[in-house]
Structures are given as structure tokens and as C-alpha cells.
């Protein structure tokens, strides 16, 4: 029911930050749970933010403080800030559409490193 592509990925170093954006096509963006995950090197997905059609948010422990997810329905967008990036937060990002026949999209690397 929605397409979805990531962008915005890239290497950063410690300390440094990045924005995740997740472009949707296809109708009823705006009624769908949005999530995004990450999949560490040599580790299973994870849920790192959840965000409602209703604006309500969650985030894993592990970024609370740090990460900010948000969407902008007149775009079909879903954004993922990501400040004081740590070399664990290093992995391939993915949007998932919660209830779409074609939920995940194709994922953008995300490493931190020095």
C-alpha cells in the first residue's frame, strides 16, 4: 500500500549527527504507524522509534535523549534526527509501514567511526 525509500546515511564520526529521511508513495501515508529499525553488523533488526498516526512517540533505550523521530504527512515523509552518534548506532536503517502489504524499505547504511 506504501512505497518506501531511505535516504540519508553516511559516515560520521563519533559525536556527530545525521538525518534520516523515509519518502512514502502510495495512499493513506498519514494512517499508518510508522516505525524505524536497524540492524547492526553481524547482529538481528532492532526497533529503535516508533511514531503513531497520531503523533505519538518511542524510542529504544538505548537512543532516548538522542534520536528524534517525526513526519510530515503533507509530504509523505518519515525523518529519523540522529545527534551524538555512538559507533553502535553503526548499521543499515530501515521505515517500516505497520499494516502495508510492502512494509520495509531498501535501508541506508549509517556508520560511525573515527
Known amino acids: 500500500q506504501v512505497r518506501l525509500v531511505e535516504s540519508g546515511g553516511g559516515l560520521v564520526q563519533p559525536g556527530g549527527s545525521l538525518r534520516l529521511s523515509c519518502a512514502a508513495s502510495g495512499s493513506r501515508f498519514s494512517i499508518y504507524t510508522m516505525d524505524w529499525y536497524r540492524r547492526p553488523p553481524g547482529k538481528q533488526r532492532e526497533l529503535v522509534a516508533t511514531?503513531?498516526?497520531?503523533?505519538?512517540?518511542n524510542y529504544a533505550d538505548s537512543v532516548k535523549g538522542r534520536f528524534t523521530i517525526s513526519r510530515d504527512n503533507a509530504k509523505n515523509t518519515l525523518y529519523l534526527q540522529m545527534n551524538s552518534l555512538k559507533p553502535e548506532d553503526t548499521g543499515v536503517y530501515y521505515c517500516?509501514?505497520?499494516?502495508?502489504?510492502?512494509?520495509w524499505g531498501q535501508g541506508t547504511q549509517v556508520t560511525v567511526s573515527s
Open positions: 511514531i503513531t498516526n497520531g503523533g505519538s512517540t
Open positions: 517500516y509501514a505497520r499494516g502495508s502489504s510492502k512494509p
